[in-house]
């Protein structure tokens, strides 16, 4: 298991799920002068979300590419519990820069409280993103969550915070009746075998492989 601030990585590319959010965030790049300020004036970035006005969730954004700062931890929170969709998503992402485990309990609220299913797996992603190992309070419901969305999340969050707990969860759901969750599932899986083995979407051969990591 890995020490908070170590991060298991996936062998993948990290989901989709910010790809619209860093279009944006280089697209702002290149906009020229405008974009540039906007991007770099992080008093303002903070102001925007503390105020929730217009520019609170690009500016979200632009603080999850350039990382937190700590003036900018309570907006980014109040953002996360209060916001809108959009906002939260944003502060979930912004908030996990800072990989402190004093914002899991926010970020494992949002997880497994909001009524939005793409805030609960945004709010997962945090999570992983986080560092901290100690979220099996918030990852045990979410393996139950209806949402195939909040599956997939909880599925990348394991593999990136390296649970191997959680590994038996992992290889039930590469039997589920969905195709995108079974591709989770074995994603996560193959984090944590050296690089390029795996055993596709076999449940036996990677519960062998579970139960050998214990002789």
Same mark, same amino acid.
């Given at each position: 298991m @890995?020490? !908070? &601030?170590?991060v #298991? ?7 989709g799920?910010k790809l619209g959010?860093?279009? !944006?965030?280089?697209?702002? /790049?290149?906009?020229?002068g405008?974009?540039? !300020?906007?991007?770099?004036? $992080?008093?303002?970035?903070?102001? #925007?979300v503390?105020e929730q %006005?217009?520019f609170?969730?690009?500016a979200?954004?632009?603080?999850w590419?350039? &990382?937190?700062?700590? $003036?900018?931890v309570?907006p980014?929170?109040?953002?996360? *519990?209060? &916001?809108s ?12 820069t800072?990989?402190? @485990? *004093?914002n899991?309990?926010?970020l494992g609220?949002?997880?497994?409280e909001d009524?939005?299913?793409g ?9 992983? =993103?986080?560092? =901290?190992?100690?979220? =099996?309070r918030?990852?045990?419901p979410? +393996?139950?969550? @209806?949402? /195939? $969305? ?10 990136k915070?390296g649970?191997?707990r959680?590994? @038996?969860? /992992?290889? &039930?759901?590469?039997s589920h009746?969905?195709? %995108? ?5 074995? $994603?996560?899986?193959?984090? +944590?075998?050296p *690089?390029?083995?795996?055993?596709? +979407? ?14």
């Open positions: @890995p020490e !908070f &601030g170590q #298991h990585l996936s062998k993948k590319s990290r989901a799920s959010s860093a279009v !944006f965030v280089l697209a702002l /790049l290149g906009a020229g405008g974009g540039y !300020f906007f991007y770099t004036d $992080e008093p303002a970035l903070v102001r #925007h503390a %006005d217009d609170a969730v690009p979200a954004w632009v603080l590419h350039r &990382g937190a700062p700590a $003036e900018a309570e980014l929170r109040t953002g996360l *519990e209060g &916001g969709v959009a906002l939260k998503k944003a502060c979930a992402a912004a908030l996990a800072r990989k402190d @485990p *004093e899991t309990i926010w609220a949002a997880a497994s009524s939005d299913a805030v609960r797996a945004a709010a997962l992603d945090a999570l992983g =993103d986080n560092g =901290d190992p100690n979220v =099996d918030y990852l045990v979410a +393996f139950d969550d @209806p949402s /195939l $969305e909040v599956l997939q999340a909880a599925c990348r969050a394991v593999g915070l649970l191997m959680f590994v @038996p969860r /992992l290889i &039930g759901l590469l009746p969905k195709g %995108d969750v079974q591709r989770a599932a074995k $994603e996560a899986l193959e984090s +944590f075998t *690089e390029g083995q795996s055993f596709g +979407f076999d449940p036996m051969e990677w519960k062998k492989w579970y139960e050998e990591q214990y002789d």
